[in-house]
């Protein structure tokens, strides 16, 4: 089964983000990160330069510590893949306040656009149902994009995962700050905390 998504990924997140309001967003390795940035960049972006596998975990730890706050990860299907035993440790957690996206275009983008599990059938929203989240979707179009966006900021029953079906494609990369001092600090500064 090959991957037939049809989304464009920079429209997707950038419509996720129209009205952000107050929420913390984390980034994947790689494409997450770019769409991100090209969304428009924001204090409130965490980009993740490495860690990968790595994203939805942080995205627990963050919202466990800002349970007042909504917390949106967003991540690749590949990277994903690498940290499906954290789904389990989320589940288990079930912060209300914490949504994963999966930006998935079924393929390994970082490495060569090699096909990935999901590129052949596997639906990471069926493994996250499984795992305890309590909400779950596959999106295939717009209007399931907007859809999502009227929910992000509202808690729900416990973790959420949705699965963006995107085109299967290379585009220009929109680089966000890469010194990782700089983006803890100004991250910490929009939690309140300290800086060093």
Request: net charge negative.
């Amino acid at each position: 089964m090959v991957n037939t998504g049809t989304l464009d990924r920079r429209e997707a997140v950038a419509t996720l983000l129209a009205d952000r309001s107050d929420m913390l967003v984390v980034a994947g390795l790689g494409s997450p990160a770019y769409d991100l940035h090209a969304a428009g960049d924001h204090d409130a972006n965490f980009y993740l330069w490495g860690a990968m596998g790595g994203a939805a975990l942080i995205g627990l730890g963050l919202a466990q510590a800002q349970p007042e706050r909504p917390v949106l990860v967003l991540t690749g299907d590949g990277e994903q893949l690498m940290g499906l035993g954290g789904l389990a440790t989320i589940g288990i957690a079930a912060p209300a306040n914490l949504t994963v996206v999966v930006i998935d275009n079924g393929h390994f983008g970082e490495t060569g656009m090699q096909e990935s599990h999901t590129g052949k059938g596997l639906e990471l929203a069926q493994i996250a149902s499984a795992c305890g989240f309590t909400e779950t979707s596959v999106i295939t179009d717009m209007d399931g994009v907007e859809a999502l966006r009227t929910t992000l900021r509202k808690p729900g029953k416990g973790p959420r995962l949705h699965s963006l079906k995107v085109r299967a494609e290379t585009i220009a990369r929109s680089l966000p700050p890469r010194d990782a001092v700089f983006l803890k600090n100004r991250f910490r500064a929009v939690l309140g905390l300290s800086v060093s």
